[in-house]
């Protein structure tokens, strides 16, 4: 039977069809990274408008314009690599779309930044270096642009390589490497240097032991239980006080510095009251929501997703309120210099600064954030909502403790080194649980070495990539920001 030539036209044109829309697909996807630079480049456009809007004319002007671009820049940065620590977790346990999770983080942040972040920011990043050893405001000036510069470099290259670092360290360290460029190495202040090298171990480790013994407790007294739901029923209330405890005196510590100066001790009473009433409220709640659920393990997770879902946007409003002025320094040392013709210790920090930090973050988030939200949340080891709320609570609680002790810590290096905690802690735990069942006759079978290293919980490369980036941060911005200082003071003769 002979084809028909005109269905033989149809087929053609169906194939062209399909041609025609794979390309149109491969064109979209190619575009998408330029659609969000393209955002990215508008908006830092934008911040320059407006600082040259709001600062007005005058000689230091264009200067100041240039620096509203590159903190509008280092604000990107920031919502592309430090936020995604606060909400992978979340996102990773599936508590939390990757879209909910931008939304929620951005006004999160946005409203720390905006509503609770510090009135004033210390132009020398706390204590690095000495700013008598600078010998004029230009000079200053082009140390502090050579910081911001240096810092937000540093953390786009770490997002690309899918490494979460602390944008505070990498504003220290540009500090500290313009400060040497500008006036010797006898103007950094090294026993506070050395304080910041101690905290790279000092903040995962903490913050990784107090993670794992959260899980170990929700283990032993929970999920391994023969009733679950009972021991359920009486272990989240503590839980959720605890957190919402440890989240009162976290945000009374550093997030309402506008409003009033708390010391630890009434922080420690307002946590201790909010806790109280929480775990009084969440008991009736509990009992409700565990109501018909079957007594396994499965069903424990979604007791525990709203509570890991609050304590994310509580971390982004914390961290919105603290680190975001940090981020900011740079920028309005820059801005009160090129007004005063000088410069001092401590700044107040202009509203205008604050927004681009704010909006910044929000548009880095929203458009460069899943990457590094994927990587913490699902690609180091896998959670479920009981894990990552091991890791919020311990974020907290460690930020504490090192505030207490006067350490200064990185909430990055604390989130990340929560998932790590938990996921060695899952290896040990199914270690240790593999040879007690062959030594108590259970039915374990023994396996070999390489089929062990297959089960690891967690992977070894994140772990090294992001552990090699977490120690050269603050020397490879130092580097970086001595080479841009010497470069714009040759320029400008």
């Given at each position: 039977m002979?084809?028909?030539?005109?269905?033989?036209?149809?087929?053609?044109?169906d194939?062209?069809?399909?041609?025609?829309?794979?390309?149109?697909?491969?064109?979209a996807?190619?575009?998408?990274?330029?659609?969000?630079?393209g955002?990215?480049?508008?908006f830092?456009?934008?911040?320059g408008?407006?600082?040259?809007?709001?600062?007005?004319s005058s000689?230091?002007?264009?200067?100041?314009?240039?620096?509203?671009i590159f903190?509008a820049y280092?604000a990107?940065?920031?919502?592309?690599?430090?936020v995604?620590?606060?909400?992978?977790?979340?996102?990773?346990?599936?508590?939390?779309t990757?879209?909910?999770?931008?939304?929620?983080?951005?006004?999160?942040?946005?409203?720390?930044a905006?509503?609770?972040?510090?009135?004033?920011v210390?132009t020398?990043?706390?204590d690095?270096i000495?700013?008598?050893?600078i010998?004029?405001a230009q000079?200053f000036?082009w140390a502090?642009?050579?910081?911001?510069?240096?810092?937000?470099?540093?953390?786009?290259l770490?997002?690309?390589?899918?490494?979460?670092?602390?944008?505070t360290h990498s504003?220290v360290?540009?500090?500290?490497?313009?400060g040497?460029?500008?006036a010797?190495?006898a103007?950094?202040?090294?026993?506070?240097?050395?304080?910041?090298?101690?905290s790279?171990?000092i903040?995962?480790?903490?913050?990784?032991?107090i993670?794992?013994?959260?899980?170990?407790?929700?283990?032993t007294?929970?999920a391994?239980?023969?009733?679950?739901?009972?021991a359920?029923?009486?272990?989240?209330?503590?839980l959720v006080g605890?957190?919402?405890g440890?989240?009162?005196?976290?945000?009374?510590?550093?997030g309402?510095?506008?409003?009033?100066k708390?010391?630890?001790?009434?922080?420690?009473?307002?946590?201790?009251?909010?806790?109280?009433?929480i775990?009084a409220l969440?008991?009736?709640l509990?009992?409700?929501?565990?109501?018909g659920l079957?007594?396994?393990?499965?069903?424990?997770?979604?007791?525990?997703g709203?509570?890991?879902?609050?304590?994310?946007?509580?971390?982004s409003?914390?961290?919105?309120a603290?680190d975001?002025a940090?981020?900011?320094g740079?920028?309005?040392?820059?801005?009160?210099a090129?007004?005063?013709?000088?410069?001092a210790g401590?700044?107040?920090?202009?509203?205008?600064?604050?927004?681009i930090?704010?909006?910044?973050?929000?548009?880095?988030?929203?458009?460069?954030?899943?990457?590094l939200?994927?990587?913490?949340?699902?690609?180091i080891t896998?959670?479920?909502?009981?894990?990552?709320?091991?890791?919020?609570?311990?974020?907290?609680i460690t930020?504490?403790?090192?505030?207490?002790?006067?350490l200064?810590?990185?909430?990055t290096?604390?989130?990340v080194?929560?998932?790590?905690?938990v996921?060695?802690?899952r290896?040990?735990?199914?270690e240790?649980?593999l040879?007690?069942?062959l030594?108590t006759?259970?039915t374990g079978?023994?396996?070999a070495?390489?089929?062990?290293?297959?089960r690891?919980?967690?992977?070894r490369?994140h772990?090294?990539?992001?552990v090699a980036a977490?120690?050269i941060t603050?020397p490879?911005?130092?580097?970086?920001?001595?080479?841009i200082?010497?470069?714009?003071?040759?320029?400008?003769?």
């Amino acid at each position: 039977m002979a084809e028909d030539p005109q269905n033989n036209q149809w087929k053609t044109l169906d194939k062209d069809l399909g041609r025609i829309s794979q390309i149109e697909y491969a064109t979209a996807y190619v575009s998408r990274p330029l659609i969000s630079l393209g955002i990215a480049l508008a908006f830092m456009v934008l911040a320059g408008l407006g600082a040259a809007l709001v600062f007005g004319s005058s000689p230091n002007t264009v200067v100041v314009i240039a620096a509203a671009i590159f903190g509008a820049y280092m604000a990107l940065n920031i919502g592309a690599n430090d936020v995604a620590n606060n909400m992978g977790p979340a996102v990773g346990a599936n508590a939390l779309t990757m879209g909910g999770a931008i939304v929620i983080a951005a006004i999160c942040e946005s409203a720390g930044a905006l509503l609770a972040g510090g009135d004033v920011v210390s132009t020398i990043s706390k204590d690095i270096i000495d700013p008598d050893g600078i010998q004029d405001a230009q000079t200053f000036i082009w140390a502090m642009m050579a910081a911001l510069v240096s810092a937000a470099l540093w953390v786009n290259l770490a997002t690309k390589v899918g490494a979460p670092v602390s944008t505070t360290h990498s504003v220290v360290g540009g500090v500290m490497g313009a400060g040497i460029a500008a006036a010797g190495l006898a103007t950094v202040n090294w026993p506070t240097m050395g304080a910041i090298a101690a905290s790279w171990v000092i903040s995962p480790v903490l913050g990784g032991v107090i993670a794992a013994a959260f899980l170990a407790l929700i283990k032993t007294r929970i999920a391994y239980r023969d009733d679950k739901i009972a021991a359920a029923r009486r272990w989240v209330p503590i839980l959720v006080g605890l957190m919402a405890g440890t989240f009162a005196t976290y945000l009374a510590m550093k997030g309402l510095t506008r409003i009033v100066k708390i010391d630890i001790g009434t922080a420690l009473l307002i946590g201790a009251a909010t806790g109280v009433a929480i775990y009084a409220l969440t008991i009736p709640l509990i009992r409700r929501q565990s109501q018909g659920l079957e007594n396994r393990r499965r069903s424990l997770k979604a007791l525990f997703g709203l509570p890991l879902i609050i304590s994310a946007a509580l971390l982004s409003f914390a961290h919105g309120a603290n680190d975001v002025a940090n981020a900011v320094g740079p920028l309005a040392a820059i801005v009160y210099a090129s007004e005063a013709g000088g410069f001092a210790g401590e700044v107040a920090i202009p509203i205008w600064v604050m927004i681009i930090g704010a909006f910044g973050i929000s548009f880095g988030l929203f458009l460069f954030g899943p990457k590094l939200i994927r990587m913490v949340g699902s690609q180091i080891t896998k959670l479920d909502p009981m894990r990552a709320y091991c890791v919020a609570l311990s974020a907290a609680i460690t930020v504490i403790v090192a505030s207490w002790l006067g350490l200064p810590v990185s909430s990055t290096h604390i989130a990340v080194g929560g998932v790590f905690g938990v996921g060695f802690f899952r290896e040990w735990y199914m270690e240790r649980r593999l040879q007690k069942g062959l030594t108590t006759g259970g039915t374990g079978k023994r396996l070999a070495p390489e089929e062990r290293r297959r089960r690891k919980l967690v992977r070894r490369s994140h772990f090294m990539t992001i552990v090699a980036a977490w120690v050269i941060t603050v020397p490879a911005a130092a580097l970086m920001s001595a080479l841009i200082f010497f470069a714009l003071d040759s320029l400008t003769g």
